[in-house]
């Protein structure tokens, strides 16, 4: 089995019936690699031609085996400038017009399919909006469309309502604790929360878990804060992602403040509740803010580490004492 576990349930409306499948899909969620991932293995189990009983590609016969370089009924369309700029990366026309050709030739396998992805058809330009709902509204035969999207409002209705919507849930606490122990991960599930309980994430920065206790270890200290223990090593995910824990410290202190809750860092409760009684309420929300300026230029900042020391220095004029 290639997918998650918490997805089984997608996996089974997708392939509910095999015969009768729909011409299009979308699936849709809020994590990219994950939606990705889960369209990658429908593909290859609908082009495998030997899947198993529950409908997984067998990764043995031809077509699986094409399936790992290039299969001739699979075209993928990917936004190949992703990353560079959110905001104005797109699909454009050209992209999409590809895919369409592509549908109209016949499928190398004896009644087989053909099949076109489009990966983050939710970042697209008008003209290829347009192009996507000709495809659906007039699907050639044995052609099956997979759109993946994080965001289903910015798809036109006209497309949604041809196809068929699978949503891609996120893990429950328990799946994720459990694909902690199962990947051998089982020391990190005190760090889950911190990372929404969301496994794969958490594993991804493994590697950066020393330094984001040294990190969580210098906030505790309130204003006793030792600014020579700031370290240039903390930028070494970049500045955006060392914003990003100072932002959830902050939330935490502010939540507990405002509601005697917490969230992220249920281990630090005692520590947490302490700085939140002791720190300025409107000094934290002002804190907030200029962590919220920095992280939309972060990926552009000419020194970081100057923005570091910065935050790092305003956090410990939050406290009274
Ligand atoms: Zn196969």
């Not at 609908?46 to 370089?69: N, R, V």
């Not at 990917?78 to 549908?103: H, P, W, Y």
């Not at 396998?109 to 076109?116: A, E, L, R, S, Y």
């Not at 900042?301 to 004029?317: D, F, G, T, W």
Request: glycine share 2%.
């Amino acid at each position: 089995m290639n997918i998650y576990p918490w997805h089984l349930k997608s996996w089974a409306e997708v392939f509910s019936n095999k015969v009768k499948m729909p011409h299009a899909y979308i699936f849709y969620g809020a994590q990219t690699p994950e939606i990705n991932k889960f369209a990658d293995e429908v593909i290859k189990a609908t082009l495998c031609s030997i899947p198993t009983k529950e409908q997984f590609a067998c990764g043995e016969c031809q077509d699986c085996l094409w399936c790992e370089i290039s299969h001739p009924d699979l075209n993928r369309v990917v936004n190949t400038s992703e990353g560079k700029n959110l905001k104005t990366d797109i699909l454009k026309v050209a992209d999409v017009r590809e895919a369409k050709e592509f549908l109209q030739t016949t499928s190398h396998q004896t009644n087989g399919k053909k099949i076109v992805t489009i990966y983050g058809a939710d970042r697209l330009n008008h003209s290829a909006s347009n192009a996507i709902l000709k495809i659906v509204e007039e699907p050639p035969a044995d052609c099956l469309v997979i759109f993946t999207v994080n965001n289903l409002n910015d798809l036109l209705p006209t497309i949604i309502s041809r196809c068929r919507l699978i949503s891609l849930a996120k893990p429950s606490i328990d799946d994720a604790i459990e694909f902690l122990k199962q990947t051998d991960n089982i020391d990190l599930i005190d760090n889950l929360s911190l990372y929404n309980n969301l496994p794969l994430e958490l594993i991804n920065d493994k590697e950066m878990l020393t330094i984001i206790n040294v990190v969580l270890g210098e906030l505790k200290k309130g204003n006793k804060i030792n600014l020579m223990e700031v370290n240039s090593m903390w930028l070494n995910n970049g500045l955006g992602w060392i914003i990003n824990i100072f932002q959830k410290w902050a939330y935490e202190l502010l939540l507990c403040k405002l509601s005697d809750e917490h969230n992220y860092f249920p281990n630090d409760t005692e520590v947490v509740s302490k700085l939140a009684l002791s720190a300025d309420l409107s000094k934290l929300l002002t804190y907030q803010k200029s962590l919220n300026t920095i992280k939309s230029y972060a990926h552009t900042a000419a020194n970081k580490e100057i923005n570091l020391n910065s935050v790092m220095i305003e956090y410990k004029n939050i406290f009274t004492h």
